[in-house]
């Protein structure tokens, strides 16, 4: 058998090359068919940041009216408390009264008894004008007495002086006349500015003696007794009262979440100090901005930062009634306001 030279072998490799190359070919383009390239216009799904549907801020219990600090008009005494701690008042209801309070109102007194009296000047008046006919009636008799006198001496029956007397009875007559109706006219012009001054007086008493007396400005509850028995006012508050029946928590909200907040929206506080939470809904939002009071119990709490106060309204609990300042949480609901 010849033995095959060069050339034919380098054909035979050659050859053998093509088709390699071939079959590769077509096992990449069998590839590509069965897992196609993604479409540009396929996405991943963008992530989503859910929607926030509360806040919780620190919050403290007060009275719906706020705590009102009642002071005394004058620098005095405390003579006596009339109420205790705790003890519900009505408006104007007497709280305190102070040292001057007895000659106060023993110069009230004086006043309405010089009221009575003037209230009497338009019987004086009637009294003055029967003296005024009294006296009229006098001076027709005697101008009676000075004719028949005057036809007597004419008669030769009656001296001259009977004459004279009757004619100075006549003059004295008119002269009392004329006094007693002067005086007449100034009683009934002076009954109206008497009586006017005599309430005037009682006006100014009553005044006085009022600032011997504390009294409650508001209906609510005695919330603390600031002074006792004895010492000296000298402007400051006495007592602390406020409208208990109805509670509102007074939460401190950033300034920077304050625009979340709305009048209507719901909210809960809690304390530890409460068995069950209270509901609410925000009755006003602050106008203006300040640092925060309430700190809760961490020491390490910050402080000084801006905050807004927000009122909610909460629902009636007798045990809140008695916790005013009380410090908690407040939730409050995010999301449109409920219509009233």
Same mark, same amino acid.
């Given at each position: 058998?010849?033995? %095959? ?8 490799? =050659? ?5 390699? !190359? ?10 590509? !068919?069965?897992? %196609? ?25 007060? %009275? ?33 009264? &102070?040292?001057?309070? %007895? ?11 010089? /009221?009575?009296?003037?209230? !009497?000047?338009? &019987?004086?008046v009637d009294a003055q004008l029967a003296r005024v006919r009294a006296i009229e009636a006098e001076l027709a008799y005697a101008r009676e007495e000075v004719t028949s006198q005057e036809g007597l001496s004419r008669k030769g029956f009656s001296a001259g002086k009977e004459f004279r007397d009757a004619q100075l009875q006549v003059r004295r007559a008119e002269e009392h006349l004329h006094e007693a109706r002067a005086l007449l006219e100034r009683k009934t012009a002076n009954v109206d500015l008497v009586l006017r001054e005599a309430q005037n007086q009682v006006t100014q008493a009553e005044s ?11 209906? @609510? ?20 009262? @406020? ?11 950033? #300034?920077?979440?304050?625009? =979340? ?11 530890? #100090?409460?068995?069950?939470? /209270?509901? @609410? ?37 007798? =045990? ?5 300042? &009380?410090?908690?949480? !407040? ?5 449109? #306001?409920?219509?009233?």
């Amino acid at each position: 058998m010849p033995t %095959p030279d060069n050339t034919q072998i380098r054909k035979a490799a =050659l050859v053998l090359a093509t088709i390699g !190359l071939w079959a590769l070919g077509t096992v990449g383009c069998g590839e590509s !068919l069965a897992e %196609p390239a993604p479409s540009p216009a396929t996405k991943a799904p963008a992530s989503t940041t859910p929607e926030r549907t509360s806040l919780v801020s620190l919050a403290r219990l007060e %009275p719906s009216s706020r705590v009102v600090n009642v002071a005394a008009a004058s620098n005095d005494v405390i003579q006596q408390i009339l109420v205790q701690e705790g003890s519900h008042v009505l408006t104007d209801q007497v709280l305190v009264l &102070l040292g001057s309070y %007895p000659l106060r109102a023993a110069e009230l007194e004086a006043a309405r008894i010089d /009221l009575e009296r003037a209230r !009497l000047e338009p &019987l004086e008046v009637d009294a003055q004008l029967a003296r005024v006919r009294a006296i009229e009636a006098e001076l027709a008799y005697a101008r009676e007495e000075v004719t028949s006198q005057e036809g007597l001496s004419r008669k030769g029956f009656s001296a001259g002086k009977e004459f004279r007397d009757a004619q100075l009875q006549v003059r004295r007559a008119e002269e009392h006349l004329h006094e007693a109706r002067a005086l007449l006219e100034r009683k009934t012009a002076n009954v109206d500015l008497v009586l006017r001054e005599a309430q005037n007086q009682v006006t100014q008493a009553e005044s006085r003696m009022g600032s011997t007396m504390i009294k409650s400005p508001i209906a @609510g509850r005695v919330l603390r007794i600031l002074m006792k028995q004895g010492e000296r006012v000298d402007m400051n508050p006495v007592l602390s009262i @406020g409208d208990t029946n109805n509670m509102v928590a007074v939460a401190e909200v950033h #300034a920077n979440e304050i625009r =979340l907040v709305e009048v209507g929206q719901k909210a809960t506080f809690t304390s530890p #100090a409460l068995p069950d939470s /209270l509901e @609410g809904s925000v009755s006003s939002v602050g106008e203006m901005i300040f640092s925060n009071s309430v700190t809760g119990e961490d020491p390490t709490a910050p402080r000084g930062l801006r905050i807004v106060q927000v009122r909610v309204l909460l629902e009636k609990n007798e =045990l809140a009634e008695r916790m005013t300042n &009380l410090e908690g949480q !407040l939730r409050i609901h995010l999301g449109p #306001a409920e219509e009233p």
